[in-house]
């Protein structure tokens, strides 16, 4: 079946980290909330119980195993996305991706740069493969017959059929995302699509119930 829309993209560790935000919001937002009010109800009992009865040690222990657990609640999201922007900062975000829509499908494909491979160009010859110096008269006939250079990215691709996934797109500031099975989400930022592609990739999927 031939593809209905074709886009391709990077992420910046700002918009990574508007993912983030956004699948948080979307996933666990809730169940946090309602985790908070039932461990508020404890502290009160807790703190009901220690004004009847100061002397008992059941009221200090439930009120400060709530307490601790209510701000744990709150900050474990914080802790996870600060150390994930740590690791960011260290791999970096090379990885540039080409999704595909199709009638029936998605697919994603991502090239994956070796670090050595944005330095180094290799040729090949019938003599074998060889480092070309940057300026030199083979790097210059390489760079008119691309086809003689050796392609050291990784290309992995993703297929999601819709008819056996749960996908989900929404629009955020910057970024259109799109959640996939409650555990993954994929981040397209604005400012590689034109006006026009906007409205095509929202059109794919509000055409198709996945908003």
């Not at 979307?26 to 220690?50: F, G, Q």
Request: aromatic share 10%; hydrophobic share 40%.
């Amino acid at each position: 079946m031939s593809e209905i829309f074709k886009i391709k993209y990077d992420n910046t560790p700002e918009e990574i980290q508007e993912a983030y935000k956004a699948f948080q919001n979307k996933y666990t937002l809730r169940r946090k909330i309602i985790y908070s009010v039932v461990y508020l109800i404890v502290i009160v009992l807790a703190a009901d119980l220690i004004i009847r009865n100061p002397t008992s040690p059941m009221g200090y222990i439930a009120g400060g195993l709530a307490l601790g657990i209510l701000v744990f609640n709150w900050i474990k999201p914080v802790i996870i996305q600060k150390k994930m922007m740590a690791g960011l900062e260290q791999l970096g975000t090379d990885e540039t991706y080409e999704m595909r829509l199709y009638e029936d499908k998605i697919e994603i494909e991502t090239d994956i740069i070796p670090e050595d491979a944005k330095t180094e160009t290799v040729a090949i010859t019938r003599h074998g493969v060889f480092t070309v110096e940057e300026g030199s008269e083979a790097a210059k006939e390489i760079a008119e017959n691309p086809d003689l250079v050796k392609d050291e990215t990784q290309v992995e691709k993703t297929v999601y059929l819709l008819t056996e996934t749960e996908i989900c797109m929404a629009e955020g500031k910057n970024v259109l995302f799109v959640f996939i099975n409650r555990s993954y989400i994929h981040a397209i930022p604005k400012r590689c699509l034109s006006d026009k592609e906007i409205l095509d990739f929202k059109s794919y999927f509000e055409e198709k119930g996945l908003v």
